[in-house]
């Protein structure tokens, strides 16, 4: 069984960072690729940024390429987002998503088998 926790979130100005983490706990070799979505209300969730479980192959949305790193360490079983230059419409619940597919990292939400409960990130103005 697959669980997910995330932490980190919080409220923070405009051009500021974060930095949420993942808690990871899943049989070994379970997990192919683990990521980070968004969600706002009213709206569907958003890919955020994947990786790969050995860390060799990572994707990002457009809208936080640059500022936004993914990273794991698998050893400890945690995942990272650091989060820098944060605006306003980064505001939005965060889900870490991990999948048990064996495939290239996902950038949809169907390519994830397992969620967390998501942690709020308020970007202010």
């Known amino acids: 069984q697959v669980r997910l926790a995330e932490s980190g979130g919080g409220l923070v100005q405009a051009g500021g960072s974060l930095r949420l983490s993942c808690t990871i706990s899943?049989?070994?070799?379970?997990?192919?690729?683990i990521g980070w979505f968004r969600q706002v209300p009213g709206k569907g969730r958003e890919f955020v940024s994947g990786?790969?479980?050995?860390?060799?192959?990572?994707n990002y949305a457009d809208s936080v390429k640059g500022r936004f790193t993914i990273s794991i360490d698998n050893t400890k079983k945690i995942l990272y987002v650091q989060m820098n230059s944060l605006r306003p419409e980064d505001t939005a619940v965060y889900y870490c998503a991990a999948s048990r597919l064996q495939t290239s990292v996902p950038v949809v939400d169907s390519g994830y088998t397992d969620w967390g409960q998501g942690t709020q990130v308020t970007v202010s103005s």
């Open positions: 899943a049989p070994p070799f379970s997990i192919y690729s």
């Open positions: 990786i790969s479980w050995i860390g060799r192959e990572a």
